[in-house]
């Protein structure tokens, strides 16, 4: 948590500096366990040591923490796409490079993403619609990935859309189970739900012939 801590000799009094960071940051675990509307002001005040109208120093309110908390996820998942497909040999190995961003991102940022896939229509109608056209956009690039695959005979679905549907919301429910103590590290999850989406797309490799 970012805040420092600094304690008197002998005393067990400690004073707490909270900074935006931090603020942030508690509310990142509050709204990812009890919800944006679960989550009171006085309660993340309350987890930093200070009184609910000191928060106000560090955030305007608690829609903006929620709104910076989801356009920064959605921003952040299509970098990881574009970086993920820099320089890919052809729609396979973009499919399956993109899906594992996808799904090691849903591992490792578990919060973010519960927050996102739960609390998105809590957001006023101008942050809801951008949030909107930046998944879209990840999204549609999914399909293209299969639509290429398709035209170039590499994959096999009757309906591109539905398959990148399904790889998406595969990809989501990671955040749902995935456990860092768990028998599976993050990076063996991601390179074998990269492996089902080629499959989802009607991938065949040709050493299973």
Not at 65 to 73: D, K, S
Request: charged letters at 25%.
């Amino acid at each position: 948590m970012a805040m420092t801590r600094s304690q008197t000799a002998g005393s067990r009094e400690t004073r707490i500096t909270v900074t935006r960071a931090a603020v942030r940051e508690t509310a990142l675990t509050l709204f990812s366990e009890r919800g944006y509307h679960g989550t009171a002001l006085s309660q993340i005040a309350a987890e930093l040591g200070v009184r609910t109208p000191s928060l106000y120093n560090h955030m305007n309110s608690k829609h903006d923490l929620l709104e910076a908390i989801v356009t920064e996820t959605t921003e952040q998942v299509w970098a990881d796409y574009e970086i993920a497909v820099e320089g890919s040999d052809g729609p396979v190995d973009a499919l399956r490079r993109a899906v594992k961003a996808y799904a090691l991102r849903h591992a490792l940022h578990r919060r973010e993403a519960l927050i996102v896939s739960r609390d998105i229509a809590s957001l006023d109608s101008e942050a809801y619609e951008r949030v909107l056209r930046l998944r879209r956009r990840h999204e549609r690039a999914i399909r293209a990935l299969i639509d290429d695959g398709v035209r170039d005979g590499l994959f096999h679905v009757q309906t591109p859309s539905l398959a990148s549907f399904g790889i998406l919301e595969m990809c989501v429910s990671i955040a749902r189970w995935f456990r860092e103590d768990g028998t599976m590290s993050a990076e063996k999850v991601a390179d074998q739900y990269s492996e089902f989406a080629l499959r989802l797309a009607g991938f065949q490799s040709p050493d299973a012939s």
